[in-house]
Each structure stands twice: as structure tokens, then as C-alpha cells.
């Protein structure tokens, strides 16, 4: 089993950055197992999409909604998952979920608020 723990979410102004982040906890042999890593975010009344997503070997895919002004990356020897986000704009405003995939099953992260409003 693999919990994942977000944080970093808050309040911004349009133009601002925040950085998210995602610690993974487990047995090792569950740690261990974790390949793809990724951010997924759910606006009310939309469903939830994909942000970014990282392998463990850094390959790296993004949404076209975010390209240019997020970046993700990870620390592979703790765990985490690192988003940091710049030019935020009132659209990217949800829930931003961390998720992690191992061969045995896919863990999501309790969902973080990320609001931009002036």
C-alpha cells in the first residue's frame, strides 16, 4: 500500500506560482514498485483530467492547457513528486490530485485546492 501526501496549495493572484508537492509512504516493497507519477486536477462541474505526468525515467508529458508555464519533476529516492506552476490563470483553479502507478494498482493523494483570483 502507497499513501500519498499533498501539499503546497493555497490562494493566488492571476500571474502568480505556486509549487505543489507529493511525498509517497509505503513498505518499501510497495515504494519500490511505483513507476509513473503525476498531477491530475478536477474544476467543479468538470471531470477530473491530467496535468502532467513523469516516469521514472523522467519522461515527461503535459497537457497543452499547461504547457510552457508548468513544469513537473520528481525526486525518485524519497519518493515526491514535485508541480511548479507559473502564470496561473483563473482556469487553472481545482483540485489538484497526485497520483502514483506501480505494477499492483494506481494510489491518488487526498486532492489539494488550488484557487487564482484576484
Known amino acids: 500500500q502507497v499513501q500519498l501526501v499533498e501539499s503546497g496549495g493555497g490562494l493566488v493572484q492571476p500571474g502568480g506560482s505556486l509549487r505543489l508537492s507529493c511525498a509517497a509512504s509505503?513498505?518499501?516493497?510497495?515504494?519500490?514498485?511505483?513507476?509513473?507519477m503525476g498531477w491530475y486536477r478536477q474544476a467543479p462541474g468538470q471531470q477530473r483530467e491530467m496535468v502532467a505526468t513523469?516516469?521514472?525515467?523522467?519522461?515527461?508529458n503535459y497537457a497543452d492547457s499547461v504547457k510552457g508555464r508548468f513544469t513537473i519533476s520528481r525526486d525518485n529516492a524519497r519518493p515526491t513528486v514535485y508541480l511548479q506552476m507559473n502564470g496561473l490563470k483563473p482556469e487553472d483553479t481545482a483540485v489538484y490530485y497526485c497520483?502514483?502507478?506501480?505494477?499492483?494498482?494506481?494510489?491518488w493523494g487526498q486532492g489539494i485546492q488550488v484557487t487564482v483570483s484576484s
Open positions: 497520483k502514483a502507478r506501480s505494477i499492483a494498482a494506481d494510489y
Open positions: 509505503g513498505s518499501i516493497f510497495s515504494i519500490a514498485g511505483i513507476n509513473d
Open positions: 513523469i516516469t521514472r525515467g523522467n519522461s515527461i
